[in-house]
């Protein structure tokens, strides 16, 4: 029996929902390079995962570039407006067409010079009208499946998966209110933390961190008391962490946004790893990738409901979020430490207000990996 198969096993309590004191999972679910590669086949490649916010490439032939599991990926907006999840793979001999991000009409390989359209297209291709039965149409950049939801992303590499929306309906009458639809995106960055990818999902998720991690950043806005779990699913999980009194009303806010909805954000993670916080004013996501068992890639973003990036409450917004994504990097590089201890034993979690989103993040793992 493998280790990766030990592991899957441990996650079986999980299955059936409310079975008594919920536990944390065991280092190596954590650590086991062979788990993490069970993980790439059974979860990344067959699930949903977000690249981003659509706003990010707001204009026809903007995109950017990245990569999930391994695959080389082209996020673009075409001229017809819709955006696309390209192979970022030259059809002639496989070398990556495009680089970083920015906009463009045509996508050159460098390589040999073949071009491409923002639909994926081949458009040019030097010399091979020479070789007999070569066919421009049979040579695009293969397209995966995309859905777009809430503005954000989706692609799912195995184009198996059933639809993402009718998944997260239990989520939208907790968000909506938000009018998140109305934030344009404001800010982007990427990073790379020395921890597991599923350290970070759990971290985002919880609010039993808050006030001990977050001292003097969240505490004084969310405190750890103040958080309730919200039902969730073998898709997604959530909580709001409620206002502490003494904040001041978060502005700028949508003028329909409900008075009930000025004090305290909405949390929610569609799994297995896009986490994001609909707070009154700014919407805060992440999109997780494993990098190594040891590395999470991490793309991030703000958006608002504001005119431009420039908006005066842009910046002091974003320097909050890069003080407490400090502070959570450095728990989460000396957790991964932890949970490489053969002496760890798996403690039990707290309660269901603060860490009931973690037992809804098991429960996802066991479903999927029990298929
Ligand atoms: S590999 Fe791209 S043009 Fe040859
Ligand atoms: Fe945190």
Request: with cysteine; glycine share 8%.
């Amino acid at each position: 029996m493998s280790d990766a198969a030990a592991i899957r096993r441990s996650l079986d309590p999980y299955l059936a929902a409310g079975t008594g004191m919920a536990h944390a999972m065991p280092g190596p679910f954590y650590t086991d390079p062979a788990f993490l590669e069970v993980e790439k086949e059974a979860i990344f490649r067959r699930e949903w995962v977000c690249l981003g916010h659509a706003g990010e490439i707001a204009n026809p032939g903007d995109y950017f570039t990245t990569e999930l599991v391994g695959e080389p990926l082209l996020v673009v907006r075409g001229r017809d407006g819709a955006v696309r999840v390209l192979s970022n793979v030259c059809r002639h001999r496989g070398n990556i067409v495009a680089q970083g991000k920015g906009n463009a009409r045509l996508f050159s390989c460098a390589y040999h010079a073949w071009g491409y359209k923002d639909d994926g297209a081949l458009v040019a291709a030097p010399l091979m009208d020479k070789v007999a039965g070569f066919d421009k149409a049979d040579c695009g950049l293969i397209p995966f499946r995309t859905e777009l939801w809430q503005n954000f992303v989706f692609v799912n590499l195995d184009g198996k998966a059933s639809p993402l929306a009718p998944r997260l309906e239990g989520l939208l009458p907790h968000i909506e209110p938000f009018q998140h639809q109305d934030r344009i995106s404001v800010f982007t960055a990427d990073d790379v933390w020395a921890t597991n990818w599923k350290c970070l999902v759990e971290n985002f998720m919880e609010g039993y961190h808050l006030s001990a991690t977050h001292l003097r950043t969240l505490h004084p806005i969310t405190p750890t008391a103040l958080c309730r779990k919200l039902p969730g699913t073998v898709d997604y999980t959530a909580y709001e962490s409620h206002y502490s009194p003494e904040t001041p009303e978060r502005t700028p806010y949508h003028p329909n946004l409900p008075a009930e909805y000025r004090r305290h954000s909405t949390l929610f993670c569609v799994f297995p790893s896009f986490v994001v916080s609909y707070a009154s004013h700014f919407t805060l996501y992440m999109c997780i990738r494993p990098k190594g068992v040891g590395e999470v890639a991490i793309h991030w973003g703000v958006a608002g409901y504001v005119d431009s990036a420039e908006a005066p409450e842009v910046a002091p917004y974003v320097a909050l979020c890069n003080a407490f994504n400090a502070e959570d990097k450095e728990k989460l590089e000396t957790l991964i430490q932890g949970l490489r201890s053969a002496a760890y034993v798996p403690g039990p979690l707290g309660p269901d207000d603060v860490e009931g989103t973690i037992a809804d993040f098991y429960r996802f793992m066991a479903d999927r990996l029990a298929r």
